[in-house]
């Protein structure tokens, strides 16, 4: 196994992750809500295209941390889950700037085909909003030494996360061709 990174202090923890996660959620709750008018000189659905690649780089990175854990590969399974948690915040930014600048497109789609997306979408969004704190305590009990605990929690996490970032990618690629 590794050895801690971080030294346990759980209340500190438990707070700092909580007002994060909800830091998070407010501001994409609410900065959604508006739209910014500015000429950035370029489209900016480009931000849905570079996070629709983010969301399938963290996937990838998700499925390959797996394997490596499954094989006792700890320091690899470490460096791709810290990747993709990197990945994740640079996605967050991205994601906000895009409904900043972009706004909301609406869905186009007729038939089986809307159905299909709404119901990606439908569990998209709850799932993509619950997730964080999840994926903080998971890698905060990895980074303090719990591995215990960490394992416990990450057969939870991981699935949702994975979810949450291959769905992110199916909503993109069914909402792009409605971008204006």
């Known amino acids: 196994m590794l050895a801690p990174v971080l ?33 950035l000189g370029f489209n900016p659905h480009l931000f849905a295209t570079f996070n629709a690649v983010i969301n399938t780089m963290v996937s990838i ?42 706004g909301e497109t609406k869905y186009g789609g007729t038939g089986a085909l809307r159905y299909i997306y709404y119901f990606i979408l439908a569990t998209h969004i709850p799932l993509a909003a619950i997730i964080l704190p999840f994926i903080l305590f998971t890698a905060y009990r990895s980074l303090t030494g719990e591995f215990a605990k960490h394992k416990k929690l990450a057969r939870y996490t991981w699935p949702l996360w994975f979810y949450v970032s291959v769905t992110g990618v199916l909503v993109y690629l069914l909402i792009a061709p409605y971008y204006s």
Not at 77 to 91: C, E, G, N
């Open 61 to 102: 990175l998700l499925v390959a941390a797996l394997i490596a854990v499954k094989k006792k590969n700890y320091e690899a399974h470490k460096k791709m889950m810290m990747t993709a948690m990197v990945l994740s915040i640079l996605f967050l930014v991205s994601y906000i700037a895009h409904h900043l600048l972009a």
């Open 7 to 39: 030294k346990k202090n759980d209340k500190q923890a438990r707070l700092l992750i909580l007002v994060v996660s909800f830091v998070v959620f407010a501001a994409v709750a609410l900065l959604s809500k508006f739209k910014l008018e500015v000429d």
